[in-house]
């Protein structure tokens, strides 16, 4: 049980940290044309229109420090951004905390009795 509290902890932290990895790998000229997605084993013949993808290079243009192409791209990077930062390190601290002290989902028998 506590390893599957610990990996449900960990699963939207590893989500955000991923996203910001591809973000600070790939430029926004890459992802325009989609080298992200070969890089993940995805290859396509043309692109299907996906709703992200100014989303995707918004995220990469902030990574990079141009804020103002962010923007651009999507406005809603100036908020969406540090939410994926906080969701990393939260759940960060969260695995720490779980792994440090592990929860207790049964009383002891020793405890009953007293």
Do not use: Q, T
């Not at 960060?92 to 009383?107: C, D, E, N, Q, T």
Request: glycine letters at 8%.
């Amino acid at each position: 049980m506590g390893a599957l509290l610990k990996l449900l902890v960990a699963a939207p932290g590893a989500f955000a940290a991923a996203c910001l990895a591809i973000s600070v790998a790939f430029d926004p000229v890459e992802i325009a044309r989609r080298d992200h997605l070969v890089w993940l084993g995805l290859e396509l013949a043309e692109c299907p229109g996906c709703a992200l993808c100014g989303l995707s290079r918004a995220f990469s243009a902030w990574s990079h420090g141009d804020l103002s192409a962010a923007v651009g791209f999507h406005a809603g990077v100036a908020v969406i951004w540090p939410l994926f930062v906080v969701l990393f390190v939260v759940s960060a601290v969260g695995v720490y905390r779980l792994w440090m002290s592990p929860p207790r989902f049964f009383i002891a028998p020793e405890r009953l009795l007293a």
